[in-house]
């Protein structure tokens, strides 16, 4: 059965520092997405990616925030500056347009700031 | 936006019937009704959708009764790898997202 995949499974990083998220979506898939998850709490929307552009972003995701599409096979996330607060597990999904409803996760990369 | 209540936990044990009821009151004619299921430190699985009426796959049933006002995932036999978090989920956020709220925290006993 197809995947997504992310890379890594576990990321630490200074303060301040950039870290980019790596994900390969399932390949016939055309939208792609970021959630992020805080322990303990609610899945929270980041932003879709359609047709090589964002297509719809949350309050969450600023400037700090960027996405990438930079091949056929990748979508990454780049958080700049981290700061504590961005410590969490970030998720990728994917979902062929067609079963809107139905997305597909990876298993999640967790981010710690330190 | 059509809000979702559910059960906060629930536990049962190995080889019952388990049902997750979810209120859904102001539901929107065109909303579709999801369920995600989501083990500790994995993303959520799509489990199983529908709009009316009973949906059954292979892991679960899904019953929708006519006002579509609330429905309720089954899940048949459950062992102990079903401890999980469920999730359902109506309808699109403004940003035509899903939305997610705290899911109901299923435990299975031996």
């Known amino acids: 059965e197809p995947e997504v995949t992310q890379t890594p499974s576990h990321q630490v990083t200074q303060m301040g520092q950039e870290v980019i998220l790596r994900c390969v979506p399932i390949?016939?898939?055309?939208?792609f997405y970021w959630y992020r998850q805080i322990l303990g709490q609610k899945v929270e929307f980041l932003v879709s990616?359609?047709?090589?552009?964002?297509?719809?972003k949350s309050e969450i995701f600023d400037d700090q925030f960027s996405v990438e599409r930079p091949d056929g096979s990748n979508f990454t996330l780049k958080i700049r500056s981290t700061k504590l607060e961005d410590s969490a597990m970030y998720f990728c999904a994917s979902s062929d347009g067609v079963q809107i409803y139905e997305q597909y996760f990876g298993p999640g990369t967790r981010l710690t700031v330190t | 936006l059509a809000k979702t209540t559910q059960p906060i936990s629930m536990d049962s044990y190995e080889g019952q019937e388990v049902n997750i009821t979810c209120s859904h009151n102001?539901?929107?004619?065109?909303?579709?009704i999801t369920w995600y299921q989501q083990f500790p430190s994995q993303g959520p699985r799509f489990i199983i959708q529908?709009?009316?009426?009973?949906v059954t796959n292979e892991v679960a049933s899904l019953f929708i009764p006519a006002d579509r006002k609330s429905s309720t995932l089954s899940l048949p036999r459950v062992s102990l790898s079903d401890t999980a978090v469920y999730y359902c989920?109506?309808?699109?956020?403004?940003?035509?997202?899903?939305?997610w709220g705290a899911g109901t925290k299923l435990i299975i006993k031996p």
């Open positions: 529908g709009y009316k009426t009973k």
């Open positions: 990616f359609y047709n090589n552009e964002i297509s719809e």
């Open positions: 390949s016939n898939h055309l939208y």
């Open positions: 989920l109506v309808g699109w956020d403004s940003n035509y997202q899903l939305i």
């Open positions: 102001n539901i929107a004619t065109n909303d579709y």
